[in-house]
């Protein structure tokens, strides 16, 4: 019999579809004979639907702006100090 792990640290990634197949089939196995992981697996399908509930971010276009500003005057300063 092998030892089982628990795979609470890797909920998230089966979830999000990135673990391999056997790592994969190894947590949902898992998951359905131990109530600890079961529960992280639920509290991680939540995480899931509650971010799939919030609206799109988008940065403000001040935002963007200053930000590409900034990134022009680092590498002009980096060309004239290299
Ligand atoms: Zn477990």
Redesign the pocket.
């Known amino acids: 019999m092998s030892k089982q792990y628990?795979?609470i640290d890797l909920v998230d990634d089966y979830l999000h579809d990135v673990l391999i197949a056997h790592d994969a089939e190894y947590v949902a196995a898992?998951c359905e004979s131990?109530s600890?992981?079961a529960i992280a697996l639920a509290e991680a399908r939540q995480r899931v639907d509650a971010f799939a509930k919030l609206p799109p971010a988008e940065p403000s276009d001040r935002l963007i702006k200053r930000t590409l500003t900034k990134i022009v005057s680092v590498a002009v300063h980096r060309r004239r100090t290299s």
């Open positions: 628990h795979v898992h131990c600890v992981c």
